[in-house]
T-cell receptor
Framework: AQTVTQSQPEMSVQEAETVTLSCTYDTSESDYYLFWYKQPPSRQMILVIR??????QNATENRFSVNFQKAAKSFSLKISDSQLGDAAMYFC??????????????FGKGTKLSVKP | DAGVIQSPRHEVTEMGQEVTLRCKPI?????LFWYRQTMMRGLELLIYFNNNVPIDDSGMPEDRFSAKMPNASFSTLKIQPSEPRDSAVYFCASSPWTSGGEQYFGPGTRLTVT
């Protein structure tokens, strides 16, 4: 069974600085998706960034980028120029690709990010 | 698009009562997922549907939980009878058949069973 591990329950960053959140996963599949979701206090789950396993190039979305290391099964999220609005729980998630079937997301336990002004 | 719609946003009920949570997926999405979030267990899948058909219900805790999707635009999650340990935030999410794999979440229903 696939598992997702986030080893940092809490992280803190100074406003305008850069922070990296860690995620590792375990799977025997060769093709899959990886995601980072953000959950602010409003509890809405917001997609931050997505990575397809078959793509070697790391995904980027404005101030958010990932470091995808497939062999190491590592998928870290880097937030540059941190803003107060980035404060939230961040969840790493895995989703298998199985033909056309749309499987469920498997989530890590989350990392609570605080941003200091 | 209005996004995934869930109702109610908050529900407080007494142990033993029936609870029904509702979800309207994004129009055109053919996969629908019910997740539960608790402090102890994090986010976990309860059940998901493809084209209104339940595909995987292995996450449904026990027979007290049931889910239906009578059509492409509506799903319900029912708990009968409810217990205090069912207190959690319940999320509905949907995704289209052809996509980059991402799922779009509703705002969640916070359920409190006293």
């Amino acid at each position: 069974a696939q598992t997702v591990t986030q080893s940092q329950p809490e992280m803190s960053v100074q406003e305008a600085e850069t922070v990296t959140l860690s995620c590792t996963y375990d799977t025997s599949e060769s093709d899959y998706y990886l995601f980072w979701y953000k959950q602010p206090p409003s509890r809405q789950m917001i997609l931050v960034i997505r990575q397809e396993a078959y793509k070697q190039q790391n995904a980027t979305e404005n101030r958010f980028s990932v470091n995808f290391q497939k062999a190491a099964k590592s998928f870290s999220l880097k937030i540059s120029d941190s803003q107060l609005g980035d404060a939230a729980m961040y969840f790493c998630a895995y989703r298998r690709v199985n033909g056309g079937s749309q499987g469920n997301l498997i989530f890590g336990k989350g990392t609570k990010l605080s941003v200091k002004p | 698009d209005a996004g995934v719609i869930q109702s109610p946003r908050h529900e407080v009920t007494e142990m033993g009562q029936e609870v029904t949570l509702r979800c309207k997926p994004i129009s055109g999405h053919n996969s629908l997922f019910w997740y539960r979030q608790t402090m102890m267990r994090g986010l976990e899948l309860l059940i998901y549907f493809n084209n209104n058909v339940p595909i995987d219900d292995s996450g449904m805790p026990e027979d007290r939980f049931s889910a239906k999707m009578p059509n492409a635009s509506f799903s319900t999650l029912k708990i009968q009878p409810s217990e205090p340990r069912d207190s959690a935030v319940y999320f509905c999410a949907s995704s289209p058949w052809t996509s980059g794999g991402e799922q779009y979440f509703g705002p969640g229903t916070r359920l409190t069973v006293t």
